[in-house]
């Protein structure tokens, strides 16, 4: 995860240092856009997979799981090139979501058989392939849109080959899962769906407002001041919720007390490291580029909104974990709820305001405090972690 994490890091930067703000602005709205509409052509499945197969055999799913990752990639990919004026990259587009889809799905596989580290790898390795090929091809050429769309597709392609030891396992099991039973399967992970999508709408929320309303090259200065603040808090605690996800559903021990104390260590080294040197370090990262956007006041609401995505992450994957159908449920009205007052502020700002960018941000850290806050007393009231909290001697 680190590894991946660094090539993410250094391909950004050379990018950012290669790129127009303009399609700076379009790399990263490709890297939150493939996640997110990977989840919603999943529906939830990839999370309802591990739930269901956690108690019971596993049976081969395969033959209702592709065509629903196919079509729902038709509609998902036409709808994004369509608002964002990517019609000359439908294709790629296309081909990258149904690949990714398929990719997420074989992780969950993988979590489910406490393959962790290859789920990682499955998941993530198309960023130290994306490194590999930026590198190679900023030395030689002078990299466009177009060719950051096809560098992405041709990083996904390669994780995607476990499949084939997907289909060897598949071979092995006694049956195909009848479709009545794969039908819950897609019930319950719609209610993981409704939840994961909207808890990254809220998480992606400034980086598809400012793209729209204000331009790609808004999005690329954006995106350069805050890229390592979130990236950081983000992937640690994305590395983290998607181990606690398949340990928690299989009721496997886990030491709450110790968690938490190691995350708020985590949450407090970081943010010392970038309240004192983070425009030190953001400035030689991107040699200079973004400085003259940056201010102390900006920095450090970046940088709140990064910790508490890391909150957030470990709240979210403990609910989805060891939540009930209602526990689950509650949750949902919870983010929906943050959901609408955030997204209404924020593009009503953003409407108002179309010159200064900048506006919205106070509104991010206010929409993160709230939704935190609010899954804090949730979980406090449904007593998630009571029946949990185990001796000091479990790990």
Request: net charge positive.
């Amino acid at each position: 995860m680190a590894f991946a994490m660094l090539c993410s890091f250094i391909a950004t930067l050379k990018l950012g240092e290669a790129l127009s703000p303009e399609s700076f602005g379009i790399f990263n709205l490709l890297k939150r856009i493939f996640p997110m509409c990977a989840a919603i052509v999943l529906l939830g499945i990839d999370k309802s997979y591990i739930k269901y197969f956690s108690s019971n055999s596993l049976e081969r799913v395969f033959k209702y799981i592709a065509p629903l990752i196919i079509f729902n990639s038709i509609i998902i990919s036409s709808i994004i090139t369509y608002l964002y004026g990517f019609g000359d990259y439908q294709l790629s587009i296309l081909v990258s979501m149904i690949v990714f889809s398929f990719t997420l799905f074989l992780t969950s596989y993988a979590r489910l058989n406490n393959q962790y580290g290859i789920a990682q790898f499955i998941q993530t390795g198309h960023k130290i392939i994306f490194f590999i090929l930026v590198l190679i091809l900023i030395s030689l050429y002078d990299i466009t849109s177009f060719a950051i769309i096809n560098i992405f597709t041709i990083s996904f392609l390669i994780p995607f080959l476990y499949i084939i030891k997907y289909f060897i396992d598949e071979r092995s099991f006694k049956s195909y899962i009848s479709f009545d039973r794969f039908k819950k399967i897609i019930v319950y992970g719609f209610l993981f769906f409704s939840v994961n999508i909207l808890n990254l709408l809220i998480v992606n929320m400034e980086g598809l407002v400012i793209p729209y309303f204000y331009g790609q090259a808004a999005n690329g200065i954006y995106s350069g001041l805050s890229f390592i603040y979130i990236t950081v808090f983000t992937m640690i605690g994305t590395s983290i919720g998607y181990v606690l996800f398949p340990m928690l559903s299989k009721k496997e021990k886990i030491n709450i007390k110790k968690l938490g104390f190691y995350a708020i260590l985590i949450i407090t080294l970081l943010l010392i490291v970038f309240i004192v040197f983070g425009e030190s370090i953001n400035s030689i990262a991107f040699k200079g580029k973004f400085d003259s956007y940056r201010s102390v006041r900006i920095d450090i609401m970046i940088i709140l909104i990064g910790a508490l995505q890391f909150i957030n992450g470990l709240l979210h994957w403990c609910i989805l974990g060891l939540g009930s159908v209602k526990n689950i449920t509650g949750y949902l009205k919870i983010i929906l709820c943050v959901l609408i007052v955030y997204s209404f502020y924020t593009i009503y700002m953003a409407s108002y305001n179309l010159k200064y960018f900048f506006e919205i941000v106070p509104i991010v850290l206010a929409a993160w405090v709230f939704k935190v806050l609010l899954t804090m007393i949730y979980i406090r009231r449904i007593r998630l972690f009571d029946d949990y909290l185990i001796n000091k001697d479990a790990t």
